[in-house]
């Protein structure tokens, strides 16, 4: 009993004494519930805010995705609008079959707006390069219908020529009475002119040309029938507008399923130039007769009709030309005087090198009959011009064209060298 009173004692003693440490307890547990509800809080708070962020970037994605497929289809749209396009203008150019019993609808274009210039309008014969670019000699694919072209050109030429001409008369191959003179000549001529086409319709042309001339001669002279031992050299210039010249070219056929094309050519030149026959001469000691003003025109009306052939050969195109000059008589103060009318005939093949640049190789060849006066022919006035002639032609723009062409002279009455720089610009 004693016992049991005694740990009844320490009962109250030992409650104090635990309960202190119960308190510690108790406020560590409470403490560490909230610490671990706060720290779920957080968890959570943090989880939403990522799983907002990430409905943020996928929303972003989404409307960048839809962005870039409506771009996409509005590419795809503009590519079919550009295939149709020339679909239609492709099939315009095909020759369409005789027997046919269904008619295609033509593709309506009015309504698709495709992308950038819309293809230029071109010949029946688009196939054949432009063989003005060629040689201006030859007519070619002509100036499409309402094209206007401007062409300025700068040409230099020289001539250096060593003949005897005889002031007198012959009466046996042993005798002669009169002068017999030997003379060099240097000729340089600058030629510079401003051309204007203008496209009637895909295949017909016409063309307006003005020259303006500049030339300079050097003449020496040493006559041998009589007793002189020095030379006499006389210079002569002479500038100013040249001979006006009209030219019509007509494309017979389109030349569709790779045949030949062939172009009719009618050319005319109207002197507005300054004549030979109105230049004043001068005497030398010997009795030679020199000029003191060179001519910038022929002093004649001339026609000539001429058909040029071009057959496409891609890479390459081969061309031809055959012509005839008509000169029309002129009464001068020495009588009626017909310079005599020429024959000609060019050839040759135009290369090209990539899409911007062509190079042409051509040879020509003229020959000019005697001339006449009261209906006596001149002997010795008959003239042979052959010509080797080099051509590249660069697409500057798309509108502009540099051409240079170099000339070589085959014969003796061609000149030795001619350069001819030319500048066609589409309008």
């Not at 020289?158 to 009169?178: A, C, E, K, M, Q």
């Not at 401003?194 to 002279?221: C, F, H, M």
């Not at 060019?346 to 640049?357: A, D, E, K, M, P």
């Amino acid at each position: 009993m004693r016992n049991i009173k005694a740990k009844a004692g320490m009962l109250p003693c030992l409650r104090y004494k635990l309960s202190p440490i119960l308190i510690a307890m108790l406020a560590a547990t409470i403490s560490t519930n909230s610490f671990s509800a706060q720290t779920v809080s957080l968890k959570k708070q943090l989880k939403v805010d990522q799983t907002k962020a990430q409905g943020l970037e996928l929303n972003r994605q989404s409307q960048l995705i839809e962005a870039q497929g409506k771009a996409i289809e509005q590419l795809k749209s503009q590519l079919d609008a550009l295939s149709k396009t020339r679909a239609t203008s492709k099939s315009k150019a095909k020759i369409k079959p005789k027997n046919t019993q269904r008619k295609k609808e033509p593709t309506k274009t009015s309504k698709i707006k495709p992308v950038g210039k819309a293809p230029e309008k071109k010949s029946p014969s688009e196939n054949v390069p432009d063989l003005s670019t060629v040689n201006n000699k030859v007519g070619g694919v002509l100036t499409a219908a309402g094209s206007f072209i401007l062409e300025p050109s700068f040409g230099y030429s020289y001539t250096d020529n060593n003949r005897v001409f005889l002031d007198g008369y012959t009466f046996i191959p042993s005798l002669v009475v009169g002068v017999i003179d030997l003379r060099e000549v240097h000729r340089h001529s600058f030629v510079s002119s401003l051309a204007a086409r203008y496209g009637i319709s895909d295949r017909w042309e016409v063309e307006i040309k003005l020259p303006y001339i500049a030339r300079n001669d050097t003449q020496r002279s040493r006559p041998v029938s009589i007793d002189s031992s020095q030379d006499e050299i006389f210079n002569a210039s002479g500038k100013g507008i040249g001979d006006l010249e009209l030219s019509s070219r007509f494309q017979i056929n389109s030349g569709q399923g790779g045949g030949v094309i062939y172009v009719a050519n009618l050319a005319a030149t109207i002197p507005t130039g300054i004549s030979p026959y109105d230049v004043n001469y001068v005497t030398s000691v010997a009795g030679s007769k020199f000029p003191t003003e060179l001519p910038t025109g022929s002093g004649y009306v001339s026609i000539s009709p001429s058909i040029s052939a071009i057959y496409s050969t891609a890479p390459g195109v081969l061309f031809g030309n055959i012509n005839y000059g008509y000169t029309m008589a002129t009464d001068e103060e020495s009588g009626k005087i017909d310079s005599g009318d020429s024959m000609g005939i060019s050839f040759g093949l135009g290369l090209s090198l990539n899409q911007r640049t062509s190079l042409s190789l051509s040879y020509s060849q003229k020959h000019v009959f005697k001339s006449e006066i009261d209906g006596q022919t001149v002997d010795g006035s008959d003239l042979d011009i052959g010509q080797f002639i080099v051509g590249y032609s660069f697409r500057y723009s798309p509108k502009t064209n540099i051409n240079l062409s170099v000339g070589i002279g085959t014969t003796d009455d061609a000149p030795d060298v001619r350069l001819t720089l030319r500048f066609p610009m589409k309008f």
